[in-house]
């Protein structure tokens, strides 16, 4: 029996005048979600400049008998679609069928296909079928569409924008393959193999077809679950990423998922390890029942609404936050040859795939860096440098030095400075190169912010008030935000026109260049960005931590450097600086020892 049915003439309009076939992408989704709807385990995407010329879908799948075959070029025909409403609510995975005449009245197209039975051939230009005949295709479907928007006026604009196109479409089945690992998919433009997956199921494998193997080798699979979400996918080392939001892939119940906030959530999971406007590569699935969350689809993308989303977002923080806590991070410089880099290009030769394959399968049985390291413990507060002696006060319960240290990086002790900027610094495994200024700001920063989150309400009075005289437009901003500064534990008051009197500030605030300090802060308070107070807390304790740390230029001590070496091993995250730049490099010995050739390989 034929699976297609007509659709309203209300539908077919909005369709054939909407944004379907707006784009040659959008072509190439329609296919490809056809041929995922008809159960293909094998895809392939041929194109011919950027499929303005030529698109040719063909897929091992259910296929069409011919009754099928000739209703879905029907103007009316749609297998599931049959008032607006259903636009809306839709099921699987997107439009199918009923895009099908919109792409035909555009172009020229020949579909093959079969259903296991007798095979079929349609040929159909500019909308009108031509011949209807029989096909040698034993299974599957075959559709070939040629020249696209050569009857309309469309055609030039995108002839004038194939990369972009190519782009999009790259994009769009990179990330069909992440969603369907199980599918094998393959993408030609112009003869050339962009993509090329096995379709075995392994999302690693996808992932290194995408990105190559040095990327590959630097994701770490994660999963996590609560009462209402599970998650789970790869997440790359901070080190790597990239300046387009396109490397966070967001999948939900399967489907592709375009949410600011999800990648947000990712980003902000990835905090202070990683600069501002990168993107680490991350492909996350996530797994809810269908009630907590409610999908809008667009013509063009989709969104969604989680109706629970604060339990998906501390879940994915603490999954991928426990994740970077568990890892040793300091990136190796490597000593490259060129037989080396050449790994980073996709080609097709069998040895290339042999040597992915067999990383691959090793991987599964290496757990050297995923070792867990006990919860983070309590840090000893008590370092600024310059301001070391002051703190006799504070004294150590001798239960608690006889716990664990937490450390993420073995000892390493200090050989020299260079410039005045860079610790040099050795241990058994290798050299490394510490950048003291971000160090330094790591070890402050922590300090700082554990200091503002104890609710400690010691505080210093000071002798001689500090007075604080604003612009006029800065005090107004200021007056509404008050409330700020008393969180913080100082203690104030207005005093004549636009100026604050401090008379006690909280005991962590360093006792030389406070009134400096103050004003930093103050002047958070009023740079007129909105935050909530946690945001502001620990935007004081990025400003005064690099305010209050050695600087480049700044010549110290062995006795310093030492100090600092191990302070900043101690830290939560000792790898980046809070923003986000790396605090440490390494030269493994092997590394050395090949550099200098005096290990020969
Ligand atoms: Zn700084
Ligand atoms: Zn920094």
Same mark, same amino acid.
């Given at each position: 029996?034929?699976?297609? @049915? ?10 054939? #005048? ?19 709807? #008809? ?29 099928? %075959?000739? &209703? ?24 199918? +069928? ?22 079929? $051939?349609?040929?159909?230009?500019? /909308? ?72 075995? +199921? ?16 630097? &994701?770490?699979?994660?999963? /996590? ?65 269908? =009630? ?47 037989? /080396? ?12 795939? !042999? ?9 599964? !049985? ?5 070792? $867990?390291?006990?919860?983070?413990? @309590? ?13 006799? $006060? ?32 050795? !241990? $058994? ?10 160090? !330094?700001?790591?070890?402050? =920063? ?6 503002? +989150? ?9 002798? *001689? ?9 800065? =005090? ?5 935000? &008050?409330?700020?500064?008393? @969180? ?11 100026? *604050? ?22 002047? *958070? ?15 004081? %304790? ?7 740390? *050695? ?28 923003? /986000? ?21």
């Amino acid at each position: 029996m034929s699976k297609i @049915e007509l659709m309203s003439e209300d539908l077919a309009n909005k369709i054939a #005048a909407g944004e379907v076939v707006e784009k040659t992408m959008n072509v190439v989704k329609e296919l490809v979600e056809n041929a995922i709807d #008809a159960k293909s385990t094998f895809i392939k995407i041929e194109l011919v400049d950027s499929g303005v010329k030529e698109i040719c879908v063909t897929d091992d799948g259910i296929g069409m008998d011919r009754e099928d %075959a000739v &209703m879905a070029f029907s103007r009316h025909a749609t297998s599931k679609l049959k008032t607006l409403e259903d636009l809306f609510n839709i099921e699987s995975l997107g439009f199918r +069928g009923e895009a099908l005449p919109s792409i035909a009245s555009v172009s020229k197209v020949n579909l093959k296909t079969s259903d296991g039975s007798i095979g079929t $051939e349609v040929v159909i230009n500019g /909308g009108k079928i031509e011949e209807v005949s029989n096909s040698d295709l034993k299974q599957g479907t075959k559709i070939t569409v040629k020249d696209l928007f050569y009857n309309t006026p469309v055609r030039l604009k995108y002839l004038k924008n194939l990369y972009i196109e190519l782009a999009n479409i790259v994009d769009y089945v990179n990330k069909m393959a992440l969603s369907f690992p199980n599918i094998k998919f393959v993408l030609i433009n112009n003869d050339k193999e962009l993509l090329n997956t096995d379709g075995k +199921g392994s999302l690693l494998k996808v992932i290194n077809a995408i990105y190559g193997l040095d990327v590959t080798k630097k &994701m770490i699979e994660i999963k /996590g679950d609560n009462k209402d979400y599970y998650i789970s996918g790869y997440i790359s080392y901070p080190e790597v990423t990239r300046t387009n939001r396109n490397v966070i892939t967001t999948l939900v119940n399967g489907r592709i998922i375009h949410n600011n906030d999800l990648v947000r959530t990712i980003l902000d999971s990835y905090h202070t390890y990683i600069p501002e406007s990168k993107y680490p590569i991350v492909v996350l699935n996530i797994e809810a029942d269908p =009630y907590l969350i409610d999908i809008n689809i667009h013509p063009t993308k989709m969104d969604i609404k989680f109706s629970n989303f604060d339990n998906l977002k501390s879940l994915i923080i603490d999954v991928i936050g426990k994740k970077l806590e568990s890892l040793t991070l300091i990136p190796t410089l490597e000593a490259k040859d060129k037989e /080396g880099s050449s790994l980073n290009n996709n080609n097709d030769s069998i040895n290339f795939k !042999n040597i992915i394959d067999n990383y691959i399968d090793s991987k599964k !049985n290496v757990t050297t860096y995923e070792k $867990e390291y006990d919860k983070v413990e @309590e840090m000893t507060l008590d370092f600024e440098i310059g301001e070391k002696s002051s703190n006799d $006060e504070i004294e150590e319960p001798k239960e608690e030095e006889e716990e664990v240290e937490h450390e993420r990086i073995k000892k390493m002790y200090p050989v020299g400075l260079v410039h005045g900027t860079y610790i040099i610094a050795e !241990n $058994e495994d290798g050299m490394y190169v510490i950048d003291q200024h971000a160090a !330094n700001e790591r070890i402050n =920063y922590e300090k700082y912010l554990k200091a503002m +989150g104890t609710h400690d309400n010691k505080v210093i009075d000071l002798l *001689i008030p500090i007075k604080i005289e604003l612009p006029n437009s800065d =005090y107004i901003i200021f007056k509404e935000n &008050m409330h700020l500064l008393e @969180e913080l534990n100082f203690t104030f008051e207005e005093f004549g026109i636009n100026t *604050i009197l401090i008379r006690s500030h909280p005991y962590w605030l360093p006792t030389f260049n406070t009134e400096e300090a103050i004003r930093r802060i103050i002047e *958070i308070i009023v740079s007129k960005e909105s935050f909530d107070s946690y945001k502001f807390t620990e935007k004081v %304790a990025i400003t005064l931590a690099c305010k209050m740390s *050695i600087k480049a230029n700044d010549h110290i001590s062995l006795e310093t450097m030492e100090y600092l070496l191990d302070t900043l091993r101690k830290t939560e995250n000792p790898f980046t600086c809070p923003h /986000g730049r790396p605090t440490i490099i390494t030269y493994s010995n092997y590394e050395l020892e090949k550099l200098f050739k005096r290990a020969m390989n």
